[in-house]
Every structure is written in structure tokens, then in C-alpha cells.
């Protein structure tokens, strides 16, 4: 497979309300943790966008700010139905995606990664490509900002089997996906903590992020 013209992915972002999601930023963010953390999404769906291995992205979320933010991007956002967590939000996000493109691959990607780099992705994607399911951990190692199916026709239905949360990484490698085991810096940087958004910082954030942060800083 060519890296100039490679497999062409549907993406699933799930984003979990803002008004309780990231609690562990409250003490840097305050008030403004929504803000950051519709800002993270946004500079995420944003490298999401501008990856050449990218057909389409769907955000999976309640979030009404987020919808019309995302408006001109060419990202569509459908509401969480379910609305029983990150898992169930992708599986629905799954099922929308597929019953419109019945035969693209599909991954799904954290909210959490504000520094993503394109390239990054791209050069995940080419390589979960080869397998029938795959993904891409933390940078912990112990979680997941990316799982994907190639599978389609008969059993693609569930062939995504997302385990995204505690444990995810050795969840999801006990049933049987393969770890991509490339570098892949900006996609493994998610952000939970004040020590993850410093790592965050130290790669290069979006500028979505980058204008919260740098209001946030003025005003510490």
C-alpha cells in the first residue's frame, strides 16, 4: 500500500457531556473545563480532518455547542443516543457510520488529543490497514486513542468491539486486535490530567486549545 494514497477511514469521536467529562482538569480549568474541553475535540476532529487517509468523521455527542462549531468543518455530529458511556456512544456511532458507507473501514478516535498531528494519524491508519481489527495506546500505555475495524459484510456488525476505559490496552488486546506499535507521539498523548495537557503543550497543541490555555494562563 502506498503512503501518498492510502486506505480512506471512516472516524468515530466520541465526546462524553462536557459538564462532567475531564474532571480531573477542574482544578486547572475551572469553570472553563467545558470550554477545554470542547477546544480538545475541536483540534482533534481538526488533524482528523486534514489526514489524506480520512474519508469522513462523525462526532458522537449531546453537546449542542459542539454541533454548531463544527457546522463549516465538514464534520457531521448526530447526538448520543444511547447515552450509557464512551463504549456505547461508539458502537452507535459504528452502526450510523456503516449504514451509510457499508464497505469503509472504520476507527475510532479519543476527543482527548489536542496536539494531534495529521502525519500522525495517517501513518496509523496505513498500518491498521493491514489487520482485521487494530489499535493505537496511550501514551501510559495502559489506554486506547484509537481503535479499528477493517472488517466488512457478514459479522462486521459488532467487528469494532470497543473496551475503551480502565485497562483499555489490555482489554483490547485480550480480544484479539493488534497493537500498532509505531511512534505515533501526538496521537498517544491524550489528556486526562495537568501533567498529560503539559506533555500536551510540549508537543503543540491546536490553536483551539492553544486560546483557551493561553486565557487560562492570563488569568492564573
Not at 127 to 148: K, N, P, Y
Amino acid at each position: 500500500m502506498s503512503p501518498t494514497s492510502p486506505t480512506r477511514w471512516d472516524l468515530v469521536v466520541p465526546l462524553k457531556p462536557t459538564e462532567v467529562g475531564k474532571s480531573r482538569l477542574a482544578e486547572y480549568a475551572g469553570p472553563r473545563r467545558p470550554e477545554l474541553t470542547r477546544a480538545m475535540l475541536f483540534d482533534t476532529v481538526a488533524a482528523a480532518l486534514h489526514s489524506s487517509a480520512v474519508a469522513t468523521v462523525l462526532v458522537v455527542t449531546d453537546d449542542r455547542q459542539v454541533e454548531a462549531a463544527l457546522k463549516q468543518t465538514g464534520a457531521s455530529v448526530i447526538p448520543d443516543v444511547p447515552s450509557a458511556g464512551l463504549n456505547e456512544a461508539i458502537r452507535f456511532g459504528f452502526e450510523q457510520v456503516r449504514a451509510r458507507r457499508r464497505d469503509s473501514p472504520v476507527a475510532a478516535v479519543t476527543a482527548d488529543l489536542p496536539a494531534l498531528r495529521s502525519q500522525d494519524l495517517t501513518a496509523a491508519l496505513i498500518a491498521c490497514a493491514e489487520h482485521d481489527r487494530s489499535f493505537v495506546s496511550d501514551a501510559a500505555g495502559v489506554g486506547t486513542t484509537l481503535l479499528a475495524t477493517t472488517i466488512v459484510g457478514d459479522g462486521a456488525r459488532s467487528s469494532l468491539a470497543p473496551e475503551f476505559g480502565t485497562g483499555s490496552r489490555a482489554a483490547h488486546l485480550r480480544s484479539g486486535a493488534v497493537e500498532i506499535t509505531l511512534a505515533l507521539p501526538s496521537l498517544r498523548r491524550d489528556v486526562d490530567t495537568v501533567v498529560d495537557l503539559s506533555d500536551a503543550r510540549r508537543l503543540g497543541v491546536g490553536p483551539s486549545t492553544r486560546v483557551v490555555l493561553g486565557e487560562l494562563d492570563r488569568l492564573a
